[in-house]
């Protein structure tokens, strides 16, 4: 799951946005023409939902109109993701190309291509509630908590909220969907978090089915 900051934060959507350059080096490469990897994967997210970049643009205003090293923000900007801007560049003139890049996207949502996620930041914004499934309970250090598969599960089913576990259950099915191949499946459950083999006997697909319906069925 991401590490952002929770709704009601001056700059929570901006944490968010941010978040996405972390995971791709902490680095801004982004141009006025195009886009980096970090900024598509924001757009493709924001895309689903263009609220989300409606407020990034508020936040980066708000940002700038105030000053990034304004006192009055500084504690808000210390808890922000520090990304580094291009030789030459100031952080302030990377989210102004930003900027220009989100407001494109809200002139016209459907311009931007929706492809596969294409880092753990995206596939955890895509899957989040099988991302917290998996990264909580199927983590590295799974056998230092539970004795099998099936107690972590049953932990998770009796401790998730009811429509968590429905989403949980939705997002099983859209992403078992969505990857066409074995290699590809493992590539984006790794992505959400998932440090352990299926079962043996069984295989990811089927065994990501079988958690699909254990939960629906709770």
């Known amino acids: 799951m991401s590490q952002s900051l929770p709704p009601g934060h001056r700059f929570h959507e901006l944490s968010d946005l941010l978040e996405a350059y972390a995971c791709a080096d902490f680095t801004f490469s982004d141009t006025a023409e195009a886009p980096g990897p970090a900024l598509s994967a924001y757009l493709r997210t924001a895309a689903r939902d263009p609220a989300r970049a409606a407020t990034a643009i508020r936040q980066i205003d708000d940002l700038l109109s105030v000053g990034l090293f304004s006192e009055e923000i500084a504690d808000e900007v210390e ?15 990377c989210l102004r190309v930003v900027r220009g890049h989100l407001h494109r996207l809200l ?74 191949s074995d290699q590809e499946l493992r590539t984006a459950t790794t992505a959400l ?26």
């Open 107 to 180: 002139r016209d949502p459907s311009q931007i291509p929706q492809v596969n996620p294409q880092s753990a930041w995206e596939w955890n914004e895509r899957f989040p509630s099988l991302g917290q499934l998996l990264g909580a309970y199927f983590h590295r250090d799974f056998s230092d908590i539970y004795a099998s598969r099936e107690e972590a599960l049953d932990e998770y089913v009796s401790e998730a909220e009811p429509e968590d576990r429905v989403q949980t259950a939705q997002e099983i099915g859209e992403l078992l969907t969505m990857m066409s």
């Open 79 to 93: 808890l922000l993701p520090h990304i580094r801007p291009p030789m030459g560049a100031s952080v302030e003139e």
């Open 193 to 218: 978090g998932l440090d352990l083999l299926p079962p043996r006997g069984m295989s990811l697909r089927k065994w990501l089915e079988s958690i699909r319906r254990r939960i629906a069925a709770a």
